[in-house]
Every structure is written in structure tokens, then in C-alpha cells.
């Protein structure tokens, strides 16, 4: 079992990909890309928030956290 020696069919993959319809999708509303922002900024804050209290309970617990037994 190996690769095709050349081209499958006659065509060209490469070709074949590039040749696709540029469909646009979803076109999104100025008002839905200002929500999507305001989503992401406030889920990047809470992500924030959560490492920083993470970090502050792991001092609050001292040293002690990376002297224990193997």
C-alpha cells in the first residue's frame, strides 16, 4: 500500500480544493460582533479572576504545598 504516483482522477488535488464555491457563511450584525466582544472580554475576566485566586489560595496555604511526601 502506498501513495497514488500522480494525480487522482486526473485532477489535482490542490486544484480540485481552490476550485470550492467561496461561500461567506454567516455574516454577523455590528451588533452581534459587539456582543460577541463584550462575551469574550468578560469570559477572559473571569478567567483572570479565576488563576489569581487560584495563585492566592496556594500562597495562603504557605510552602507547605511543595514540601509533602512522594
Do not use: C, Y
Not at 5 to 14: D, R
Amino acid at each position: 500500500m502506498g501513495r497514488a504516483a500522480g494525480p487522482i482522477g486526473g485532477v489535482s488535488v490542490g486544484i480540485a480544493m481552490n476550485e470550492q464555491d467561496k461561500d461567506e457563511g454567516i455574516v454577523l450584525t455590528e451588533a452581534q460582533k459587539r456582543a460577541r466582544r463584550s462575551r469574550s472580554i468578560a469570559i477572559a475576566w473571569v478567567l483572570a479572576a479565576l488563576a489569581l485566586l487560584f495563585f492566592i489560595m496556594t500562597m495562603v496555604n504557605g510552602p507547605a504545598v511543595l514540601q509533602r511526601p512522594l
